[in-house]
T-cell receptor, first 110, second 116 residues
Framework: KQEVTQIPAALSVPEGENLVLNCSFT??????LQWFRQDPGKGLTSLLL?????REQTSGRLNASLDKSSGRSTLYIAASQPGDSATYLC?????????FGAGTRLFVKA | GAGVSQSPSNKVTEKGKDVELRCDPI?????LYWYRQSLGQGLEFLIY????????KSGLPSDRFSAERTGGSVSTLTIQRTQQEDSAVYLC??????????????FGAGSRLTVL
């Protein structure tokens, strides 16, 4: 049974800081991993998708890496801004399911 | 449609009543997913549809929960005899197809259910 863990559960940083969010999963038989952003009271927005054959993806200030053999992914956010404050969710897809971690709640202080 | 549409956006009901939540996926998306998010929690997988069939119903919490999809498009999640622990946000997502490495899930805004 796939289990997805995200560390830390919450993070508060000053504006401008670079930060790393961590995601680990127990079953390496996945075909992709996605990072999502969720704002309070809103749905989820897909940020980055890494296919199982890929090692990283970049979009603007975001960079996500995937090490499938060790069951780990990181989301790197450069030069954080108050608008980055949200919950970040990691999701792994395999078989018929996409399983989510509990998320990291990020607060960027101005 | 342009995005995944869910209705109602908010539903308040009394314990014991039945509720129906609707999801209208992106046109052409064959895969459709239902998740539940309780307050402060992560997303709990409920059910997945490929076309009109549901290969995996293992996430449905009890036999009070059922879902159907017709015409390979709109899906309805029905909760019978609602209980207070059913209170949550129910999220629907769709994608082009399951089993693809490039499968990106697009989520609706969710239906917030409150059972009094």
């Amino acid at each position: 049974k796939q289990e997805v863990t995200q560390i830390p559960a919450a993070l508060s940083v000053p504006e401008g800081e670079n930060l790393v969010l961590n995601c680990s999963f127990t079953d390496s038989a996945i075909y992709n991993l996605q990072w999502f952003r969720q704002d309070p009271g809103k749905g989820l927005t897909s940020l980055l998708l890494i296919q199982s054959s890929q090692r990283e993806q970049t979009s603007g200030r975001l960079n996500a890496s995937l090490d499938k053999s060790s069951g780990r992914s990181t989301l790197y956010i450069a030069a954080s801004q108050p608008g980055d404050s949200a919950t970040y969710l990691c999701a792994v897809s395999g078989g018929f399911k996409t399983i989510f971690g509990a998320g990291t709640r990020l607060f960027v202080k101005a | 449609g342009a995005g995944v549409s869910q209705s109602p956006s908010n539903k308040v009901t009394e314990k014991g009543k039945d509720v129906e939540l609707r999801c209208d996926p992106i046109s052409g998306h064959t895969a459709l997913y239902w998740y539940r998010q309780s307050l402060g929690q992560g997303l709990e997988f409920l059910i997945y549809f490929q076309g009109n069939s549901a290969p995996d119903k293992s996430g449905l919490p009890s036999d009070r929960f059922s879902a159907e999809r017709t015409g390979g498009s709109v899906s309805t999640l029905t909760i019978q005899r609602t209980q207070q622990e059913d209170s949550a946000v129910y999220l629907c997502a769709s994608s082009t197809r399951q089993g693809s490495g490039a499968n990106v899930l697009t989520f609706g805004a969710g239906s917030r259910l409150t059972v009094l």
